[in-house]
C-alpha cells in the first residue's frame, strides 16, 4: 500500500526561484516529448518514452543547456509520465472507454511541478535535502514510517508543497476486534448525510460565506487593468480564496469518509440520478458536487476493504 503525505515548504526566495526553474524545465520536456511523439507518430513510427529520451540526451547539451542548471529528474520523468498517460489512452481506446489524449502544457494554466526520486532527495528534521540547492524547510515532519519512493513538489497559490509517497504494509483488521457489519448512507439536502445507524452530520455553514469573498475578489480583478500589477494582486488574492475553499471542503469530506472507513466493514451509498439533481441550479454546488466528491473520496478509501 503507497499512501502520500502533502507538506507545505517554506523555501527562500532563492529557492523558490529554482523551485519555478525546475518545474518549468519539467514542462518544457514534457511539450518537447509530446510534438516529437506526435510527428513521430503521424510519419508511421512508434515512438516510445525511452526513445525520446535517448533523443533528447543526444541534442540536450547543444541545444538546451539550461536544463543542466536543475536536478536531471526535471528533465528525465515527464518522459516516463508521457509514456503512462498514451499507454492509458491507448488501452481506454481499446476498451471503449475515453481517456483524455496528453495535451500540451501552459505556463499561465498548468500546475507548476516537478518529481524527485527516492535516491534525489534526503528527509530530516523539518527539511529536505534537493539536488543542487541544498536544504528546504519543511513545515512538519514525514506522519508515515516506510519506504519512501519519491516526491512530487508542487505549487498552489503562492505555495510550495511537497509530496512525498511511502510503501506501506498492508494491514488487516484484527479478528479480535471485528468490526461493526454493514452501514447505509443516506444524503439530502437539508444535511451532509445520515447514516443507518441514526447519526447525522450536517452541512457546512461556511462555503456560503466564502463564495461571497470570492465573487468580490474576482469584481475587483475585473476592474483592474490588464497587464497592471494590481490585477497580478488580484489574481493571487483569488487563487489564495481558491485554495482555502478546496481545503476547507476537502478537511470535512476527508474526515467522514475516513471515520467512516475505518468503522465499518461494508459502506452502503443510494443510487441517485446526479443528472437529475444537477437540473436544480439552486442546490448545484452545495448539494450534487458535494455528493460526487464524497462518492469518490469514499471509494479511494476503500481500496483496502476490512474485512466482515
Not at 508542487?154 to 509530496?163: D, G, I, L, Q, V
Not at 454493514?182 to 448525510?193: P, T
Not at 439533481?277 to 481500496?303: A, G, M, P, T
Amino acid at each position: 500500500m503507497i499512501k502520500a503525505h502533502k507538506i507545505r515548504l517554506n523555501p527562500t526566495p532563492e529557492q523558490a526561484n529554482y523551485f519555478a526553474r525546475a518545474a518549468g524545465t519539467a514542462r518544457f520536456v514534457w511539450n518537447w516529448a509530446l510534438a516529437e511523439w506526435n510527428r513521430q507518430y503521424e510519419a508511421g513510427e512508434k515512438p516510445t518514452a525511452l526513445k525520446l529520451k535517448k533523443q533528447f540526451n543526444a541534442i540536450r547539451r547543444d541545444q538546451f543547456p539550461w536544463t543542466w542548471e536543475v536536478t536531471k529528474n526535471a528533465s528525465d520523468q515527464p518522459f516516463l509520465d508521457l509514456g503512462k498517460a498514451f499507454t492509458a489512452f491507448f488501452e481506454g481506446l481499446k476498451n471503449g472507454k475515453k481517456k483524455g489524449r496528453p495535451k500540451f502544457k501552459s505556463k499561465k494554466r498548468s500546475r507548476a511541478s516537478f518529481y524527485l526520486a527516492n535516491d534525489q532527495f534526503e528527509l530530516g528534521d523539518h527539511r529536505m535535502w534537493v539536488p543542487k540547492l541544498g536544504w528546504v524547510n519543511m513545515a512538519e515532519n514525514l506522519r508515515f514510517k516506510g519506504k519512501v519512493t519519491g516526491v512530487r513538489i508542487t505549487k498552489t497559490a503562492e505555495w510550495w508543497f511537497a509530496s512525498i509517497t511511502v510503501e506501506l504494509p498492508e494491514t488487516q483488521p484484527d479478528p479480535a476486534h471485528p468490526r461493526p457489519h454493514a452501514v447505509g448512507i443516506d444524503v439530502g439536502l437539508n444535511r451532509l448525510a445520515t447514516l443507518s445507524t441514526g447519526e447525522e452530520y450536517e452541512n457546512q455553514a461556511f462555503l456560503k460565506t466564502a463564495l461571497g469573498k470570492l465573487r468580490q475578489a474576482n469584481k475587483r480583478l475585473h476592474r483592474r487593468k490588464l497587464g497592471s500589477k494590481n490585477r497580478e494582486k488580484a489574481r493571487r488574492q483569488i487563487a489564495r480564496l481558491h485554495y482555502r475553499i478546496t481545503c476547507m471542503r476537502d478537511d470535512v469530506l476527508q474526515k467522514l469518509t475516513t471515520r467512516l472507513a475505518d468503522c465499518y466493514g461494508t459502506i452502503g451509498i443510494e443510487d441517485l440520478n446526479l443528472k437529475g439533481q444537477y437540473r436544480l441550479n439552486k442546490w448545484k454546488r452545495s448539494f450534487v458536487s458535494d455528493i460526487l466528491r464524497k462518492n469518490h473520496h469514499l471509494v479511494c478509501r476503500k481500496e483496502t476493504p476490512h474485512a466482515l
